[in-house]
């Protein structure tokens, strides 16, 4: 299996709001942040071409800053896969979240 990092799960205002409600709860805590994470089902090992081919067709979602562009994502990944004759069979996306906290000097 192969995980690829993807784009941010949150929109700024949302990002904000969850930071609001947290900090509310405890105070200690700086900095939240969600993103999705590709789980790519592999058939052989991706070479070179195919795995930039992936990372461009799981490319989706607002722009970040330094990002070259943004595709629309597809409801049909994995045929869209499939039919690109790459070694991935199926990707499944799933959130991951992470928060800080400031340290006690």
Known sequence: MLVLRGTSALSPFRVAKLLERLVAVEPAVASV???????????????????ARLEALLRYGPREAGAE???PASSSADSVMR??????????RAPASATSRETSR
């Open 33 to 51: 942040a969600a993103r999705w994470v590709h789980l790519v089902d592999l058939e052989r090992p991706l070479t070179s071409d195919e795995r």
């Open 83 to 92: 039919s690109c004759s790459s070694g991935a069979s199926a990707a499944r």
């Open 69 to 71: 562009g943004a595709a």
